[in-house]
């Protein structure tokens, strides 16, 4: 019942065919911790600058966000550039400005240490190992990467994947990574790496929940209202892991509501800017958009 996340905090500039927001707070971090935070309290270890606005650590706070372990550091916050054109599932990073992470060493405080729940977010895969290694007998490790990382610290990165139960990446860093452009083929050889689930996020079109020897395939919802699609892989991570947390379930039929619930809270979450829409979202809205997901990928068995 105990979730931990180390990943980003961080200040997004974005710019999509619908508008654009300099400085909104983001980060894979804090993304995954609101997400989470509608079905577990949620242990939070990342890093932030003194430029941090502390009304936004408040609002962690009150959503049950534990926040022992942050550090906050003199200099800047993590920054991080990035565009969308009308394909909104790639976006394309136009600058990132690592800052008070270039000498971060996330420490994971005693309290913490014991959580049966783990997500490294996307971050450096060498912080996320360290991570790893500070915990001490957790039920499931799950993580996350991007292309900056597999471009950029690719042995690392499969180091880590080594230490984990679970990868959760989008489809297209899932072909980078295998060096495979068959998706199911791909997966295979990631989980040759070591994870015996992988769950490929496959943007609007939905995701993916490959085993060795099994998949599931959950829809998109074909939204109508998409303005920003940022954080939509955090905010499907925490869905998906705070669920997965709150039941202490780990069967097929658990894997696979987590994965719709996943999918719920990023539905949600690209009908608007930064993580506008998650700070007033419902449990009857959650429930409800839970719903619709089941009604539009049911028929018959023959
Ligand atoms: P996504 O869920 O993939 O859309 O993640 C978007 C978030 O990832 C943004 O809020 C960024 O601040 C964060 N991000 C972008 N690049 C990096 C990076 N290299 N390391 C950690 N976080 C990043």
Redesign the pocket.
Known sequence: MSLLVV??M?F?SVKTPFGEREGAI???A??FSVSASYFTEVRLVAIVGSDFPQSELDFLAERSVDLAGLERSEGET?K?K?EYGFDLNT?R?LD?QLNVFQDFRPQVPDAFSESEYVFLA???PELQASVVEQVKSPRLVACDT?N??IEGKRDELVKTFGMVDMVVI?EGEVRELAGESNVLKASRKIIEMGPSTLVVKQGEYGALLIQKDSVFSAPGLLLEDIYD???????FAGGFMGYLSSEEDMSDASLRRAVIFGSVMASFNVESFSYDRLRVLTQTEIETRYRQFSDLASFDRI
């Open positions: 990943g980003s961080a997004d983001g980060g894979s804090t993304y993590f991080w990035g976006a990073t990132t996307n971050i450096d991007m900056f990382w989008n699609p940022t954080g939509a892989g955090d905010t």
